[in-house]
Structure formats: structure tokens, C-alpha cells
């Protein structure tokens, strides 16, 4: 019986994977990184995938469909599941990946937290600063953190408006907000 348990997948698993791509894919846009936009690091392109995943987690939670958190937990399972493969990908040590998967999870989980307290509460300098702390490090180009501010509250607002049965479905749609100008 329990075997049948490890070969069965999880409810939303493949819908879960599906939406962390489209986040990943939104969040690789060339428009979001540069001198003037967020850093084209390692880091920067973390925390965009981290602002994408949170507020496509965020939306999920919000559905009254009882699915919801189930779905984003999804997300967040795919989420770490692909960032445990980049690190190995890396060649980073077995030893190490915990910790590392770990102190990435507690950056999410920090960054989710800010952004959802400023979305909530419908403040966009709250949510400027929130981005300027975790994506500059404090220090963001002049306009830059007011741009992606901007583009996040965008994003939210798109992502509010998705019928739940397509993220259930695995679609989300990312687009509808000018990068151009917003970040």
C-alpha cells in the first residue's frame, strides 16, 4: 500500500510545475535587468523569480476555491524542487544543498512576507522599499525600485483578474503589463 502512495502524485503537482515555469519564463524577461533595472546576477535573477512566484502564490491563496493553497503549495514544491536541481546543476556539494536550499527558502519566505504585507495593505511606497532592500540591497539605480513597484502591482492585478479554473489547469498569464517602462 505504501508503495502505491510513493507512485501516485500529488493533486496538483503537474499544474504546480506548470505555473512555477510560467513565472520563471515571465521572470527572464531581458526588459526587467540592466544598468538602470534589476542587477542581471545570480541574485537579482532570484529575486525576480521570487517576486513572480510570490505573487502568483499570493493570487492562489486569495481564490475562495478551497484548491488554493493546495496549488500554491504546489508552486512553492516546484519552486524549491527546480532551485535543490540548479544548485546540483552548479556543482554544488550534497553536503552543502540543505542549507543552501534552506537559507533560499528563508530569502523567499522573507521577501513573500514584505510584499504581501505593502500589497495588502495597498501601500506602493511600502512595497518600493520592500524591492529596494532585497533586490538593490537598499542602494537600486535611481527610479528602478519605483519602476518594478509599479510592475509588480500590475502583475497583481493581471494575476487577480485569471479565472482560477486556468490555474488549476496550469496557465498563468503574465503579460499585460509594459516592462518597458515598469521596470
Known amino acids: 500500500m505504501a508503495l502505491f502512495g510513493l507512485l501516485r502524485r500529488r493533486t ?3 499544474a504546480g510545475f506548470a505555473l512555477y515555469t510560467a513565472a520563471v519564463s515571465a521572470a527572464r524577461d531581458p526588459a526587467l535587468f540592466g544598468e538602470e533595472a534589476v542587477p542581471d546576477t545570480l541574485e537579482g ?3 525576480i ?4 512566484a510570490a505573487l502568483l502564490v499570493r493570487r492562489l491563496h486569495r481564490d475562495p476555491d478551497p484548491r488554493g493553497p493546495a496549488l500554491a503549495q ?3 514544491d516546484a519552486m524549491f524542487a527546480d532551485m535543490d536541481m540548479n544548485l546540483r546543476e552548479m556543482g554544488v556539494g550534497d553536503m552543502s544543498i540543505g542549507k543552501r536550499v534552506r537559507a533560499m527558502w528563508e530569502a523567499f519566505h522573507g ?3 514584505a510584499y504581501e504585507s505593502a500589497l495588502e495593505a495597498e501601500d506602493g511606497a511600502a512595497l518600493e522599499a520592500a524591492l529596494a532592500r532585497n533586490v538593490w540591497s537598499g542602494a537600486a539605480p535611481e527610479g528602478a525600485a519605483g519602476r518594478l513597484a ?3 502591482l500590475a502583475l497583481d492585478t493581471s494575476l487577480a483578474a485569471q479565472p482560477f479554473e486556468g490555474f488549476v489547469a496550469g496557465r498563468a498569464d503574465f503579460k499585460g503589463t509594459d516592462l518597458g517602462s515598469a521596470a
Not at 523569480?49 to 513572480?52: N, T, V, W
Open 74 to 76: 504546489a508552486v512553492f
Open 49 to 52: 523569480i521570487a517576486l513572480y
Open 150 to 152: 509599479r510592475h509588480a
Open 45 to 47: 535573477r532570484f529575486d
Open 111 to 113: 521577501r513573500a512576507l
Open 12 to 14: 496538483h503537482e503537474r
